[in-house]
């Protein structure tokens, strides 16, 4: 009795453990209500009910489970909300999920279209909220999931584009308000009316275009061009054309969500409480806005006016909210030519023709020889210029960008060839010439200055010596009329004729400050010079002392001094001459 109850206790235990973990899958005989989710494996992402900003209306999403602002990715049911806690998510038998109300009546439902045995719903660590068969759980043959159907955020590792066989197409649509997840007027989708591009309208109307993928960055959006962190790719087949992208670091989160007011928001969260951060946010300016200046027009920020023609069109007269028009009309001839333009956002991609293969030049070729082409450009410019891109209308929404990574080649009238070529040169020779001016004014400032800079420290240097010695001899000086000395202050050029220009010859002696010389003066007198070593570490200090000591004392059995001397930065006492030496000659 007592081995069956306790076993019966582990049972227990068994079941609330289980009951208290957090779950990821939901089978058919299991639901999520009200207050219940599904968690991630890695709690990256959590499925439950929520109520967004201020209403009290509730819908099943998902969200970052640690995030604290709780940021909803996916909506189920944006289009039909519960307005009381009692809703109910189940997976049925056929693999569809369904979410009842009080009433058991069907609020939403998922558009299964295959089938499974044994269906289970499944919340992965990528935040895509699956319906599989639980047999083949370890495997991507998905009967359904949420990332086929994008709310208005899309996730790392999440398509955004068109599946030709089945007719899926991939697009992100706004809230309509922060709270209200309802479809909005703004949405973000792969266009493939030409080459494909990435396009966020206003309803119908064209608001933004990233501009065409070359293989490196979209023309128009540098935004969304690899770093460190993110990658970000077109992939395009016969089957599918949609774009992807994906982190490299797992520890940052990020998110790319068109918001209610129309802009494509790039954010990233890196845990904890710091918040979600804002990476970019497009359209920026007035020119990211589509088509603002009409056909062959650019589009400049950093002029005014922001809007000018290219090089060989002019303003359309007759409207001039259309933008520009040929100077001179094609002749439709082999006279006609082609201009290349660089640093511009490609025009609008829409009926356009394109062919991943063929080499530039055959590009050229085809372009010249059909009458409808306007211009041509490299499809990707990865590995070099390479694949054909071709224009056969109005050219339309081109910026001019710094980052841009490829050239368009306009076809002009032969004469307006010739005299934009002419013109680009002359131009081209003036820069040079300006740049040349330019350097060489600068070099010769700067030579000037350093020429100034020679000359004042050529003149500062001995009258900065001279000030020296002034001071310093006005220094000793002040001693004399303290003390009512007088002490001769000796020129130097006294001191070098009487010492034979301190000749090797007259050394009496050397000592630790310096060399003791003989010298004459011109009234014959004989005198000791004591010359300071210019290596000497006795400064004015000691000098003035001794000096001032020697002075002060006059004894007949002490040597006298005579004066002194502080020019040329050296530092002089003259002594009168001991022609019998000195006592220690003969003590010692």
């Given at each position: 009795?007592?081995?069956?109850?306790?076993?019966?206790?582990?049972?227990?235990?068994?079941?609330?453990?289980?009951?208290?973990?957090?779950?990821?899958?939901i089978?058919?005989?299991?639901?999520?209500g009200?207050?219940e989710?599904?968690v991630?494996?890695?709690?990256?992402?959590a499925?439950?009910f929520?109520?967004?900003?201020?209403?009290?209306?509730?819908?099943?999403?998902i969200?970052?489970?640690?995030?604290?602002?709780?940021?909803?990715?996916w909506?189920?049911?944006r289009?039909?909300?519960?307005?009381?806690?009692?809703?109910?998510?189940?997976?049925?038998?056929?693999?569809?999920?369904v979410?009842?109300?009080?009433?058991?009546?069907?609020i939403?439902?998922s558009?299964?279209?295959?089938?499974?045995?044994?269906?289970?719903?499944?919340l992965?660590?990528?935040?895509?909220?699956?319906?599989q068969?639980?047999?083949?759980?370890?495997?991507?043959?998905?009967?359904?999931?949420?990332?086929?159907?994008?709310g208005?955020?899309?996730?790392?590792?999440?398509?955004?584009?068109?599946?030709?066989?089945?007719?899926?197409?991939?697009?992100?649509?706004?809230?309509?308000s922060?709270?209200?997840?309802?479809p909005?007027?703004?949405?973000y989708?792969?266009?493939i009316?030409?080459?494909?591009?990435?396009?966020?309208r206003?309803g119908?109307t064209?608001?933004?275009?990233?501009?065409?993928?070359?293989?490196i960055?979209?023309?128009?959006?540098p935004?969304l061009?690899?770093?460190s962190?993110?990658r970000?790719?077109?992939?395009?087949?016969?089957?599918?054309?949609?774009?992807?992208?994906?982190?490299?670091?797992?520890?940052?989160?990020q998110?790319v969500?068109?918001?209610?007011?129309?802009?494509?928001?790039?954010?990233s969260w890196?845990g904890?409480?710091?918040?979600?951060i804002?990476?970019?946010h497009?359209?920026?300016?007035?020119?990211?806005?589509?088509?603002?200046?009409?056909?062959y027009a650019?589009?400049?920020?950093?002029?005014?006016?922001?809007c000018?023609?290219l090089?060989?069109?002019?303003?359309?007269?007759?409207d001039?909210?259309?933008?520009?028009?040929?100077?001179?009309?094609?002749?439709?001839?082999?006279?006609?030519?082609?201009?290349?333009?660089?640093?511009l956002?490609l025009?609008?991609?829409?009926?356009?023709?394109?062919?991943?293969?063929m080499r530039?030049?055959?590009?050229?070729?085809?372009?010249?020889n059909?009458?409808?082409?306007?211009?041509?450009?490299?499809?990707?410019?990865?590995k070099?210029?390479?694949g054909?891109?071709?224009?056969?209308g109005?050219?339309?929404d081109?910026?001019?960008?710094?980052?841009?990574?490829?050239?368009?080649?306009?076809?002009?009238?032969?004469?307006?060839?010739?005299?934009?070529?002419?013109?680009r040169?002359?131009?081209?020779?003036?820069?040079?010439?300006?740049?040349?001016?330019?350097?060489?004014?600068?070099?010769?400032?700067?030579?000037l200055?350093?020429?100034?800079?020679?000359?004042?420290?050529?003149?500062?240097k001995?009258?900065?010596?001279?000030?020296?010695?002034?001071?310093?001899?006005?220094?000793?000086?002040?001693?004399?009329?303290?003390?009512?000395l007088?002490?001769?202050?000796?020129?130097m050029?006294?001191i070098?004729?009487?010492?034979?220009?301190?000749?090797?010859?007259?050394?009496l002696?050397?000592?630790?400050?310096?060399?003791?010389?003989?010298?004459?003066?011109?009234?014959?007198?004989?005198i000791?010079?004591?010359?300071?070593?210019?290596?000497?570490?006795?400064?004015?200090?000691?000098?003035?002392?001794?000096?001032?000591?020697?002075?002060?004392?006059?004894?007949?059995?002490?040597?006298?001094?005579?004066?002194?001397?502080?020019?040329?930065?050296?530092?002089?006492l003259?002594?009168?001459?001991?022609?019998?030496?000195?006592?220690?000659?003969?003590?010692?």
């Open positions: 009795m007592e081995a069956f109850s306790l076993l019966l206790l582990c049972f227990s235990l068994l079941n609330l453990i289980a009951f208290c973990a957090p779950r990821d899958t089978n058919t005989l299991q639901s999520i009200d207050g989710t599904l991630s494996a890695d709690e990256t992402f499925l439950g929520f109520s967004p900003g201020t209403s009290k209306n509730r819908y099943v999403g969200w970052y489970n640690k995030d604290p602002t709780k940021a909803i990715v909506v189920a049911n289009e039909k909300p519960l307005t009381d806690s009692s809703g109910v998510l189940k997976v049925n038998t056929t693999g569809i999920l979410l009842l109300d009080s009433n058991n009546s069907l939403w439902s558009n299964t279209t295959g089938s499974a045995r044994n269906p289970v719903a499944k992965l660590n990528s935040g895509n909220f699956v319906v068969d639980d047999s083949n759980s370890d495997t991507e043959d998905f009967v359904w999931q949420s990332f086929d159907y994008p208005d955020t899309i996730l790392p590792g999440q398509k955004l584009g068109r599946n030709f066989a089945t007719g899926l197409n991939r697009r992100t649509i706004s809230w309509k922060s709270d209200d997840p309802s909005g007027s703004f949405s989708q792969v266009e009316d030409g080459y494909p591009q990435l396009v966020l206003e119908t064209k608001r933004f275009r990233f501009g065409s993928w070359n293989g960055q979209f023309s128009g959006g935004q061009k690899n770093d962190v993110f970000f790719s077109i992939i395009s087949d016969e089957e599918e054309v949609y774009s992807v992208f994906w982190l490299v670091d797992s520890s940052v989160h998110r969500q068109i918001t209610s007011d129309g802009f494509c928001q790039r954010a890196s904890g409480n710091t918040g979600w804002k990476i970019s497009l359209p920026v300016d007035y020119c990211d806005y589509y088509g603002n200046c009409g056909a650019s589009c400049d920020t950093n002029r005014f006016p922001m000018n023609c090089d060989g069109f002019v303003q359309n007269t007759t001039s909210s259309s933008g520009c028009v040929r100077r001179t009309s094609l002749s439709c001839n082999h006279s006609d030519g082609f201009v290349k333009f660089s640093g956002k025009p609008d991609t829409e009926g356009t023709r394109f062919n991943r293969s530039l030049e055959d590009c050229r070729i085809l372009c010249w059909d009458c409808s082409c306007m211009a041509y450009a490299a499809l990707d410019v990865s070099g210029p390479n054909c891109l071709l224009w056969f109005n050219l339309i081109m910026k001019v960008m710094s980052a841009s990574d490829e050239d368009i080649y306009i076809k002009m009238a032969g004469i307006e060839v010739e005299a934009i070529e002419q013109n040169s002359t131009k081209s020779k003036k820069r040079k010439l300006k740049i040349i001016i330019a350097v060489s004014c600068v070099l010769s400032f700067g030579i200055i350093l020429c100034l800079a020679f000359i004042i420290y050529g003149w500062k001995p009258h900065k010596g001279k000030i020296k010695e002034e001071t310093e001899s006005g220094a000793i000086n002040s001693h004399h009329d303290e003390d009512d007088e002490l001769p202050l000796f020129d050029c006294t070098t004729s009487a010492t034979s220009n301190f000749s090797s010859d007259n050394i002696g050397t000592g630790g400050f310096g060399s003791v010389y003989k010298g004459i003066l011109e009234n014959g007198r004989e000791a010079v004591k010359r300071l070593s210019q290596n000497s570490s006795q400064g004015l200090q000691e000098f003035k002392n001794e000096v001032m000591h020697i002075a002060k004392l006059q004894h007949r059995n002490l040597v006298k001094l005579l004066g002194y001397c502080i020019q040329a930065g050296e530092r002089i003259i002594y009168e001459f001991m022609r019998n030496k000195s006592l220690d000659f003969f003590i010692f």
